[in-house]
């Protein structure tokens, strides 16, 4: 059940899932944990559903990447504030011409796609994803590394110490009250991703170290809300769809890969640890099912390429005559 026919169907919806997990995704759809205000007609029936090209723009012109700096209230305030980068992500690194997402989906295993991965001019990766011993699926260039604040705050991660984290320009994200402002969020973060990133960036000076704009994960929420015909999960976006949409303001193309699962689909949740579930493929907490949806439509590659590779093929925004 859940994947029909041979790739991803743009209009899976959670009426779709076995038992088990439609029970938990429907929980959470029902659940409100950030205070999510729903906006617009909200008339789900009476939405036209919009082209790639329309979707790609509508990104494109509604969500802004960024990135928290030192000037910001209530940080320019704070003693550590110098800490922050004193400039946004977005004007610092890039532009690149070609760049790949590597989603950490168990179905990267045995798919020998590492030369190709490696082959682009940015690679990002996502929490405690390693290259080690997984080259030949994965290769082993990193330039930047999303990470959420559960993995950064998380005694197993080993975070603060671990190599693993220590290559690449790091991103760190946190769920935010919906109507937060940075003040809000700063007193009430899911995670203690302040205190861990002052502790991370004493020891690691040297290295880039940005954090998302909360601001950012709902606008991409929204974008996918507004573009699905039920109400999905009123929590933040996957790692994976911010991610690519990151890359998307950085990049000429973006290649995302097993994010849309290819022939390989499996429930192993990620290439890099024996543990099985459908969930990590097809969302319990994240919107995951809708956010697949959505790049379903807006790829401009084949279905075989998703089915053989399991890649997608977007264009960055700079690519974009909107
Ligand atoms: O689990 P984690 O969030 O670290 O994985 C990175 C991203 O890869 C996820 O946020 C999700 O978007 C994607 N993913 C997936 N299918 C899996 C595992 C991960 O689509 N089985």
Not at 99 to 123: F, M, N, T
Not at 166 to 186: C, I, K, M, N, R
Not at 266 to 287: I, K, N, S, V, W
Not at 308 to 316: A, D, E, K
């Amino acid at each position: 059940h859940g994947l029909l026919g041979e790739v991803w169907d743009d209009e899976m919806s959670s009426s779709m899932l076995g038992s088990r997990l439609r029970k938990v995704v429907q929980n959470y759809q029902a659940m409100n944990k950030y205070g999510v205000q729903l906006s617009g007609p909200g008339g789900v029936s009476s939405r036209p559903k919009l082209s790639g090209p329309e979707l790609l723009c509508q990104l494109k012109d509604n969500v802004e990447v960024t990135t928290l700096t030192s000037d910001l209230q209530p940080f320019s305030a704070l003693p550590w504030a110098a800490q922050l980068p004193p400039k946004p992500l977005t004007s610092e690194l890039g532009p690149y011409k070609s760049c790949a997402v590597v989603s950490s989906a168990g179905s990267l295993r045995y798919s020998g796609l590492g030369k190709e991965i490696d082959s682009h001019d940015a690679v990002l990766r996502f929490n405690a994803a390693p290259t080690t011993g997984y080259e030949k699926d994965v290769g082993s260039k990193t330039t930047i590394r999303l990470i959420n604040s559960q993995v950064m705050a998380s005694d197993d991660h080993r975070f603060l110490s671990s190599s693993l984290y220590s290559s690449g320009v790091l991103v760190a994200w946190d769920p935010a009250p919906f109507s937060a402002d940075l003040t809000q969020w700063y007193n009430r973060t899911d995670y203690p991703i302040f205190t861990q990133y002052q502790r991370y960036r004493r020891l690691h000076p040297l290295q880039p170290f940005y954090i998302l704009h909360p601001r950012f994960e709902w606008q991409v929420w929204q974008r996918i809300q507004d573009n699905m015909a039920e109400p999905i999960q009123k929590n933040p976006p996957s790692s994976g769809l911010l991610g690519t949409v990151l890359m998307m303001s950085l990049c000429e193309v973006v290649h995302v890969y097993e994010f849309l699962p290819s022939r390989r689909k499996t429930e192993l949740c990620h290439y890099y640890q024996r543990f099985y579930d459908a969930a990590c493929t097809l969302g319990a907490y994240h919107p995951l099912l809708y956010e697949k949806n959505l790049v379903k439509r807006m790829n401009q590659g084949s279905n075989r390429d998703i089915y053989t590779h399991g890649r997608v093929t977007l264009p960055g925004f700079s690519s974009l005559n909107c």
